[in-house]
């Protein structure tokens, strides 16, 4: 992995066999960067995991094939006391068949870009609000 960050954006690099949760969780936990927008990302990924949301429990569905990133969105924010990259991605086949949602788990094929916007004047941190750990916000 390679990245660089300025006050403006954080560009990642990942490369084959990099996991895309814990690469953007380490990559600004090094950087101190504990509040970020992911402003989208492109390359390929595999053994992509997607997870909807029932209100108790989230359903996964495993997908173990190699797709090409089509978007990627979300944000980082602290969840019990740790990183916790929120994830919301499109791919698609080499058909050009597409699946997408919440992202769970997806692993760099090759290569990704990924791109972020560090946020410092909000604290972006996640409370149980009686159905999930909900985004909740707070100024600095």
Request: net charge negative.
């Amino acid at each position: 992995m390679r990245y660089s960050l300025t006050d403006e954006l954080f560009a990642l690099r990942l490369t084959e066999g990099e996991e895309l949760h814990a690469s953007i969780a380490k990559a600004c936990q090094e950087y101190h960067c504990d509040s970020a927008v992911v402003l989208g990302g492109l390359g390929m990924v595999r053994n992509v995991t997607f997870g909807w949301f029932t209100g108790t429990e989230y359903l996964t569905e495993v997908h173990d094939e190699i797709f090409e990133l089509s978007a990627l969105s979300g944000d980082v924010s602290y969840k019990d006391d740790t990183l916790y990259p929120h994830l919301h991605m499109v791919v698609n086949r080499r058909d050009h068949s597409v699946l997408g949602g919440h992202c769970l788990r997806a692993v760099v094929d090759h290569n990704m870009e990924v791109f972020l916007k560090p946020v410092h004047s909000i604290q972006f941190r996640r409370e149980f609000d009686g159905w999930f750990a909900a985004l909740a916000p707070a100024k600095r």
